[in-house]
């Protein structure tokens, strides 16, 4: 499966997602993220069918990265992948980058 680019609302690629399918894993970068406030944090996810996992994220300055178990085997055509913020302990999201395969 090729990388993923992650664009946010205004059009710009902002990050990607690599699947390393011989371990069954991936990882998502995403730059020039601000930082999320007291409460926040970004959550990356993936939507293959229905809602996927979503990883703890590791920030630093203004680069995040996740990294977790591939949703499914083999993720197909129209796989939604992305980053929101969300509250702590909250199940909502605001997306703010996607991308799709």
Do not use: H
Not at 22 to 45: F, H, K, N, T
Not at 62 to 73: I, K, T
């Amino acid at each position: 499966m090729p990388p993923v680019t992650l664009w946010d609302a205004a059009g710009a690629a902002r990050g990607s997602i690599v699947v390393a399918k011989s371990a069954g894993r991936m990882v998502a970068v995403a730059v020039d993220l601000p930082d999320p406030g007291v409460g926040r944090e970004y959550a990356c996810w993936v939507e293959v069918g229905a809602s996927g996992p979503a990883w703890d994220d590791w920030l630093t300055g203004s680069v995040a990265w996740w990294n977790g178990p591939q949703p499914c085997r083999e993720p197909r055509a129209g796989a939604s992948f992305g980053v929101s913020l969300v509250d702590r302990g909250s199940g909502g999201r605001r997306s703010v980058l996607t991308g799709r395969l």
